[in-house]
T-cell receptor, first 118, second 114 residues
Framework: EPEVTQTPSHQVTQMGQEVILRCVPI?????FYWYRQILGQKVEFLVS????????KSEIFDDQFSVERPDGSNFTLKIRSTKLEDSAMYFC????????????????FGSGTQLSVL | AQSVTQPDIHITVSEGASLELRCNYS??????LFWYVQSPGQGLQLLLK??????LVQGIKGFEAEFKRSQSSFNLRKPSVHWSDAAEYFC????????????FGQGTTLQVKP
């Protein structure tokens, strides 16, 4: 089965530093997502991205966050100035077709990047 | 607003025993419901999903789930658990707009005793 690839698997950064989390979605997929899970809490939706723009974002996704698809294969999440509370597992996901779940499409998740902010 | 509740944070069962993981959802319309599993160091893998039709859905690895609208539940079951089933299990509902946004429950950690 095709895979969503995330790098690195674990990233440690100092508070206030910028961090970029990288994802390679499945090649013919059109929708891209970031989710995160703070330890002991629910997996939370952050942002969805389609046709080179954000299609939806949550309240968590404030001005400190940005997403980009810089080269047609990578999909990145940037946190401009990290805070302690940004420590979490970040999951990238992708989906193939417009029409989403109504067309029986499936969301593919990567294995996550564990971000630790010290 | 949509929400998902998994009442059991941690469950331990013996290998070979049956398993039921509970999930309750809150959603105004007919929901799209999912169960995902996460093994250590791996991503979220889809076990099964419910969109419409037959309320008993079969998934991978011998799992099944039953949608009960009257109880707003979508419980996951397996008749005989294997040691390799030890993992974290997440129930999720698709948010409005059919855009791939999922709302997850808190997860249930399954431990399997030999």
């Amino acid at each position: 089965e095709p895979e969503v690839t995330q790098t690195p698997s674990h990233q440690v950064t100092q508070m206030g530093q910028e961090v970029i989390l990288r994802c390679v979605p499945i090649s013919n997929h059109l929708y891209f997502y970031w989710y995160r899970q703070i330890l002991g809490q629910k997996v939370e939706f952050l942002v969805s991205f389609y046709n080179n723009e954000i299609s939806e974002k949550s309240e968590i996704f404030d001005d400190q966050f940005s997403v980009e698809r810089p080269d047609g294969s990578n999909f990145t999440l940037k946190i401009r100035s990290t805070k302690l509370e940004d420590s979490a597992m970040y999951f990238c996901a992708s989906m193939k077709l417009e029409g989403g779940f109504a067309t029986n499409e499936k969301l593919f998740f990567g294995s996550g990047t564990q971000l630790s902010v010290l | 607003a949509q929400s998902v509740t998994q009442p059991d944070i941690h469950i331990t069962v013996s290998e070979g025993a049956s398993l039921e993981l509970r999930c309750n959802y809150s959603y105004g319309a007919t929901p799209y419901l999912f169960w995902y599993v996460q093994s250590p160091g791996q991503g979220l893998q889809l076990l099964l999903k419910y969109f419409s039709g037959d309320t008993l859905v079969q998934g991978i690895k011998g799992f099944e789930a039953e949608f009960k609208r009257s109880q707003s539940s979508f419980n996951l079951r397996k008749p005989s658990v294997h040691w390799s089933d030890a993992a974290e299990y997440f129930c999720a509902v698709a948010g409005s707009g059919n855009t791939g946004k999922l709302i997850f429950g808190q997860g249930t950690t399954l431990q399997v005793k030999p």
